[in-house]
Nanobody
Framework: QVQLVESGGGLVQAGDSLRLSCAAS????????MGWFRQAPGKERECVAA????????YYADSVKGRFTISRDNAKNTVYLQMNSLKPEDTAVFYC?????????????????WGQGTQITVSS
C-alpha cells in the first residue's frame, strides 16, 4: 500500500505561484508513475501533469503547459508540482496519484493510489 499526502495548497491571487508537495509512505514510489489531477466544482477530475518513474517523461495538459512543472525526488519519496502564473480558472482540489503502469497515463482509472486532495483557490 502507498499512502499519499498532499500539502502546499491555499488561497492566492492571480499571478502568484505555489508549490504542491506529495509525500508518499508505506512503499517507495520510485517505480511508480505519478500524476497531479484537479477537480473543480461540477467538473470531472482531470490530469494536469504526470511524470514517469524515472522523471524522464512528463505530460502537461494544454491549460497548464508553460506554467506548471512536475518533478520528483525519489530519494525523498516525494513529488512536486510548481505552479506559476496562477489563474482563477486553476481553482480546484488538487490530487496526487500513483500508478504502477510502466508508462505515464492521464486516465484516472489507471491510478492505483490517491491522496486526499488539497484546495487551491485563486482570486482575481
Amino acid at each position: 500500500q502507498v499512502q499519499l499526502v498532499e500539502s502546499g495548497g491555499g488561497l492566492v491571487q492571480a499571478g502568484d505561484s505555489l508549490r504542491l508537495s506529495c509525500a508518499a509512505s508505506g512503499r517507495t514510489i520510485s517505480s511508480y508513475g505519478m500524476g497531479w489531477f484537479r477537480q473543480a466544482p461540477g467538473k470531472e477530475r482531470e490530469c494536469v501533469a504526470a511524470i514517469s518513474w524515472s522523471g524522464g517523461v512528463t505530460y502537461y495538459a494544454d491549460s497548464v503547459k508553460g506554467r506548471f512543472t512536475i518533478s520528483r525526488d525519489n530519494a525523498k519519496n516525494t513529488v512536486y508540482l510548481q505552479m506559476n502564473s496562477l489563474k482563477p480558472e486553476d481553482t480546484a482540489v488538487f490530487y496526487c496519484a500513483a500508478t504502477s503502469r510502466s508508462t505515464i497515463t492521464t486516465m484516472t482509472s489507471l491510478y492505483d493510489y490517491w491522496g486526499q486532495g488539497t484546495q487551491i483557490t485563486v482570486s482575481s
